[in-house]
């Protein structure tokens, strides 16, 4: 199974689960399987973790929450301001998976740190309402974007310093608009021109 990380965001992978190939919508969480081989392929969970889960109709659920998040990130990006419902959403799922904070010393020092405390499916949903929440709450709505490719599904968080990123990437969408420009231009005559600069 192909999973694309590329949305600089663990929400924004999770919406890439759905992808154009061939021409066709493919839907790439069919079984349960395909959960536990994208929560692992994403980091979400450790490799094993869903195994002997009770996760029979959970690709039903998990492709539900990831609908339901496109519509609220889709509607975030657009009008700057995340809906009620994505909001409740997101808390539904944070309660689900509490992250408890562990003491530990080691060699003189005291660190702290968090940790998921859910069983292991909500530790993923966990895990991607926290992604989507640090998005609503730290990131620009502008930057999150759909690949220019009007045959490509996958979205993206633009990470770049000049914010001009169009493509999910470059190896695919990108590579492929530019050789689609250069043989534009071969073909009207136009490569290899230049004006020259005294002129």
Known sequence: MSFFFLGERLAVDLLNTVVVQDGRVRD????PRDVAAWAEAAG???HGALRGSPAGQEPERLRGFRETL???????????TPPRGLIALLNRH???????TEVTASRGNVVTR?????????????????????LLAGDDPRRLRKCANPACR?????????????????????????ARAFYRRRRDGSHGRRADPLQ
Do not use: H, I, N
């Open 154 to 178: 996958l979205m993206f968080y633009d990470v770049s310093k000049a914010g001009r990123r169009r493509w999910c990437s470059m190896q695919t969408c990108g590579g492929q608009a530019k």
């Open 28 to 31: 790439l969480l069919q079984g």
């Open 70 to 80: 496109r519509r609220g990130l889709v509607a975030w990006a657009a009008g700057g």
């Open 114 to 134: 968090r940790r998921p405390a859910g069983a292991p499916l909500d530790r993923l949903y966990g895990a991607v309402a926290r992604s989507v929440a640090e």
């Open 94 to 100: 944070l309660a689900r998976d509490p992250e408890v």
């Open 44 to 46: 979400a969970l450790p």
